[in-house]
């Protein structure tokens, strides 16, 4: 019932910014939560950030806190990761993914529709 698409990946040197976006078709997003994960090959699916897109609250990984933050604009149906400040470790296919029963989670076990992702590489 909900398609997303995530934006705004590329190439980027350490120490500069890069935003990502996610913007959903086929529903509202305005009583859903919606989570960024982030996962290199072969390795697990990791968490970033996520928000209520009900009441605007957020939850942001506690590695990425001090440089990551996450918006959301329900007039848009988008959800924004702006990542400042990247180093190569960073470097991963972002996804996003929402849940319509707003739960804000730091897994991606409630999470019921994915994006395909956009590759973010961060060289040193």
């Known amino acids: 019932q909900v398609q997303l698409v995530e934006s705004g990946g590329g190439l980027v040197q350490a120490g500069h910014s890069l935003s990502l976006s996610c913007t959903a078709s086929?529903?509202?997003?305005?009583?859903?939560?919606v989570g960024w994960f982030r996962q290199a090959p072969g390795q697990e699916r990791d968490f970033v950030a996520a928000i209520s897109m009900r009441n605007g609250g957020t939850y942001i990984a506690h590695d990425v806190q001090d440089r990551f933050t996450i918006s959301g604009d329900n007039a848009k149906n988008t959800v924004y990761l702006i990542m400042n400040n990247l180093k190569p470790e960073d470097t991963a296919v972002y996804y996003c993914?929402?849940?319509?029963?707003?739960?804000?989670?730091?897994?991606?076990?409630?999470?019921?529709?994915w994006g395909p992702g956009t590759q973010v590489t961060v060289s040193s």
């Open positions: 993914a929402a849940d319509p029963d707003g739960i804000v989670a730091g897994m991606p076990t409630p999470y019921d529709y």
């Open positions: 086929g529903r509202t997003l305005r009583t859903f939560s």
